[in-house]
């Protein structure tokens, strides 16, 4: 682990128990910036079997994913890690969970589910974003 990923890492944790939670042990949901093939955002998302991640992006893709199951998600996360120059489209779609999906940020639309404008908290009459509307949606999430 690089120590970008190392201090990030430890702000998390001292962060987490501000708070009066623990990373380690309870599950809490994310979004991010990056991919598994990343140092900073792979590595970190290997941190803690606990990270429910509802939405991530990077420079190819957008990933939706309403309900993660913690575990199951950690899994597919440390095989994607293993593959050199992973990208969210090699994740496996099966796991993603109802509402949810991968979209290419070249796309000019991308449709949202009552399932993910509840995961990110959108107001009910947002029924698509262009990529980067998302990219912002999934910023400001809750």
Known sequence: MGITARGARESVKRHFRALGRDSQTQDFTAVGVGDM????????MLLSRHI?????FDDRHS??????????T???RER???VPRSSWADYDAKLISKG?????RSLKSIEITPQVREALGLDD???ALS????????????
């Open 74 to 76: 950690f899994v597919e």
């Open 37 to 44: 093939s990343g140092d900073v955002f792979g590595n970190g």
């Open 80 to 82: 994607l890690f293993t």
């Open 100 to 104: 949810g999906g991968i979209y290419p």
């Open 52 to 56: 429910r991640l509802v939405a991530a």
């Open 131 to 142: 990529p980067n509307d998302l990219m912002s949606a999934i910023l400001k999430a809750p």
């Open 63 to 72: 990933v939706l994913e309403p309900n993660p199951e913690a575990a199951t």
């Open 125 to 127: 009459n947002v029924k």
